[in-house]
């Protein structure tokens, strides 16, 4: 049984932008992310908790964007409209915004700051991608002293096996894994 402080607990979004949210993931749609991410948000919100979307954006010229070698680059050159958020996120009743420009929400940002500010000690996690954004965040979260929660389908990766490594594997040694009816049920609403 999960059991939740409402307003002690704040849902991190991580990367349900425009861009990310149209790319082949796996095991849960897209739409299917969102839907449960807006589920736990309007739950945790109704019960007094915080909501912080959280993107990722690089400058136009993207001189802040990691440049190392690496043996599969990042995907670059996206125009327009990628880094907004999706409609049903950009509507929640957001009390923070982050942006970010590593995979982790904490690295180089205020997330931290802001939690900390309103005594946020627990944190849920949804987002794309599972294996990258959500699990530094997380690993950041862990280290820095957070209860982490994972939303397992409120989340994807590029691949199923990607997803499941870091449900299985991961995230079992930094919080607790449980579906959105069951951290909806723990937020009391």
Partial sequence: MLDLDPKKTALVIIDLQKGIVAMNIAPHAAAEVIANTVKIAGALKAAGGLIVPVHVSFSPDDGDRLSRPTDQAAPGGLAGDWSEFAPEIAALPADVHITKRQWSAF??????????????????????ATSFGVESTARDAWQMNYAVVFA???????????????????FPRLGRTRSTDDIVAAVGV
């Fill in 107 to 128: 690295y180089g940002t205020e997330l931290d700051l802001q939690l900390r500010r309103r005594g946020i000690d627990t944190i849920i996690l949804t987002g794309i």
């Fill in 152 to 170: 397992e389908d409120a989340m994807s990766a590029p691949t199923t096996e990607l997803h499941s490594h870091s449900v299985q594997r991961i």
